[in-house]
């Protein structure tokens, strides 16, 4: 533990405790943290009380002169005056002041020494300093002890709500980003979850600016080359099951960047989804639930600290946030180089895209625009079939450039290190949902393994009348009918129908991106 005064935060708190150790943070939740607790595996249980989720409606941004033309405004990017913001900022410095005891954690974001970034987080619940000591990139003592000022400082007084009534608010939530300050502050829940993003909000700006490309992808590379690839995808269609794969490394399960070096991940940890979980489906995530890892609002026995991960009574969305170094083959530090291929996961629930397609540079601008797939009954309250969705970038709420800035450094990125793009439905295959299946992990497992390999470079491939796909017509172990999606179905004009829907969708959604994009990009969309 070293010693640290807030004062320069306007924080004169006497018991500040700075980096400390997941053993000491153990002791300081049981001790002022009540209902914290310790599961049978030695996981750390603790609860974020009325929010278990993220608040994405009370996520604001600084409008301010000097990046106010950098900003996506709108849905994602609610903008705040500065006024508002600093009285936010006062009212979580008042609370934070009135505690008796504040945590520090002081950590990196990003595995790439040249372009990481010093992360400040200023918290009241032993909870939420291990949750951050875990998703931070932990420094040494050498470098703690030289650390420095900030570059980004998460003021977290979740426990303290917004005031309504103040300029901007809608709610008693509040998470605000000041870009010019290089300050979060966070009123109103206690989700862990907000401290992750909003590292992950703020990388999503200064990088791009520096034309690296921040992504929300999981990622992986092969021990003997070192080349990377990509997955990209959101709830439901196996980015992190597609990247637990034992024969390559882990470099990361969601947050990455891809400068001129090669890919970085962002994090030091991972935040996987907890329920439903079993060994036997996800081992790698099970195991890593150990000491030291953070159990977020899930139900456990009063007898024998055992959790129950089917139990949803708290909520759907049970989390495990742990050390990315307690998955047995992530690669540390967790860099690699360039990616040679890039994959766009999507579950598509019309039954209508290919398992697996090669896209153009341009095809892969659109579709990265697009973010197409399917909410998964599970993944969303209320969400009780999957519904047809689109997230541009496959991380829209976290965006704060338009879209078309991103997917412009990707189609660079592509070229210049002549990157292959794929497009892998796990969707559902000789009909839409409830009519046709879902395609077998298995399948899914040999068509990744085969972009791997480089067999697909030279595959075959039939272009698809509707979407202009390069669709792949042989993989090795995957049954060559059910690559052509239509000849899947019974009934070929309910498949041209459903095709042409889905089309649709694709066209008038994308046409909220189309002012700027390039003529090349826009005829890269389906035909409709």
């Known amino acids: 533990m070293c010693p640290l005064s807030l004062e320069q935060h306007g924080i004169g708190v006497r018991d500040v405790y700075r980096n400390l150790a997941p053993s000491t943070l153990y002791e300081e939740a049981i001790r002022h943290e009540p209902g914290t607790t310790i599961a049978d595996t030695g996981a750390l249980i603790a609860y974020s009380g009325e929010k278990t989720g993220r608040s994405p409606k009370d996520k604001r941004v600084v409008r301010h002169p000097d ?269 690699a180089g360039h990616p040679s291929n890039v994959i766009f996961l999507t579950c598509d629930a019309f039954g209508v895209l290919p398992p697996i397609s090669r896209l153009t540079p341009e095809q892969a601008e659109y579709h990265f625009i697009s973010g197409y797939t399917a909410k998964v009954a599970g993944t969303e309250v209320g969400v009780t079939e999957p519904q047809a969705t689109f997230s541009p970038c496959f991380g829209g709420p976290f965006l704060v450039w338009h879209p078309g800035k991103y997917a412009d450094l990707l189609s660079q990125k592509i070229r210049k290190h002549n990157a292959s793009v794929w497009l892998v439905n796990t969707g559902w295959s000789g009909g839409a949902y409830g009519v046709g299946e879902r395609v077998k992990l298995s399948y899914t497992r040999a068509m990744v393994d085969a972009i791997y390999s480089g067999v697909l470079n030279d595959a075959p491939t039939e272009t698809d009348p509707v979407f202009g796909l390069h669709v792949v017509t042989s993989v090795p172990g995957v049954p060559g009918e059910i690559l052509i999606p239509r000849n899947t179905w019974d009934n070929r004009e309910d498949y041209d129908r459903t095709a042409k829907k889905l089309a649709t969708l694709f066209a008038e959604n994308f046409a909220g991106y189309s002012e700027g994009a390039k003529p090349e990009v826009l005829a890269a969309g389906p035909t409709v």
Request: net charge negative.
């Open 67 to 335: 990046s106010e033309g950098d900003v996506w405004w709108g849905p994602v990017n609610f903008p705040l005056d500065d006024h508002s913001f600093m009285i936010n900022r006062e009212r979580a410095i008042d609370y934070l002041n009135t505690r008796s005891r504040l945590y520090v954690v002081d950590g990196f974001a990003g595995w790439d020494p040249a372009h990481r970034v010093k992360v400040r987080v200023i918290c009241a619940r032993p909870y939420h300093a291990l949750f951050m000591h875990n998703m931070l990139i932990r420094p040494t003592d050498a470098e703690l002890a030289d650390y420095g000022d900030p570059d980004l400082v998460i003021y977290n007084a979740g426990g303290f709500p917004a005031n309504r009534h103040t300029t901007g608010m809608t709610s008693k939530t509040s998470v605000d980003l000041s870009l010019e300050n290089r300050e979060v502050v966070i009123l109103g829940t206690e989700y862990a979850g907000e401290m992750k993003k909003s590292v992950f909000t703020f990388m999503n700006y200064v990088m791009p600016r520096a034309d690296i490309l921040s992504m929300h992808c999981s990622a992986t590379a092969n021990p003997d080359t070192n080349e990377s690839a990509v997955l990209f995808g959101l709830s439901g269609t196996g980015k992190t099951t597609l990247s637990a794969d034992p024969k390559r490394w882990l470099i990361g399960d969601d947050e990455h960047c891809w400068s001129d070096s090669g890919i970085f991940n962002i994090e030091g940890g991972c935040y996987a989804k907890a329920i439903y979980l079993t060994r036997e489906a996800e081992p790698q995530i099970f195991d890593a639930l150990r000491f030291g890892a953070v159990l977020e609002n899930v139900v456990y026995d009063q007898a024998y600290h055992h959790v129950d991960f089917a139990d949803t009574s708290i909520t759907e969305n049970t989390r495990g946030a742990y050390p990315i170094d307690y998955i047995e083959n992530a690669r540390i530090p967790c860099v």
